[in-house]
């Protein structure tokens, strides 16, 4: 059993569509003691509405995010742009990472470009890429 103050991260956040990816990333945070809870989203847009509403309550706000970029209905590069509208906003606390599949450097390019953005990661998440970090 971990002890919670072995945890990074009180919450983490992951978006993603694919139930296997959420499944994977949420499995590898936790046990690798990055975050104690996680909150998972399967739609972009309903992980705006969650940091909308709670915006004012830091106990659940998330410390560290994964987005993926490909999704449907708002894909992640979507979600970042109005991420940073709201980070400027709120003033949101928040290590932001791109998880994604693809290998296209103009896909890593653009997930680097964005202010909030601290780093590209290949999917799966692996527990030596959280450890670097």
């Known amino acids: 059993m971990n002890n919670e103050s072995q945890f990074k991260f009180d919450r983490v956040m992951i978006i993603d569509d694919t139930p296997e990816d ?25 992980a705006l509405k969650y940091l909308i509403e709670n915006n004012s309550n830091t106990s659940l706000l998330p410390q560290a995010m994964f987005v993926d970029i490909f999704m449907p209905i708002m894909n992640g590069f979507e979600f970042l742009e109005e991420y940073e509208i709201l980070q400027e906003k709120y003033n949101f606390n928040c290590e932001v990472y791109v998880l994604s599949s693809s290998f296209d ?28 970090m």
């Open 105 to 132: 450097s103009r896909d890593i390019n653009k997930a680097k470009s964005y202010k909030n953005v601290k780093n590209f990661i290949e999917k799966p998440l692996r527990k030596e890429a959280l450890l670097a």
């Open 22 to 46: 959420l499944y994977i990333t949420s499995h590898v945070i936790t046990r690798s003691c990055y975050g104690r809870d996680v909150i998972k989203f399967d739609l972009a847009t309903d």
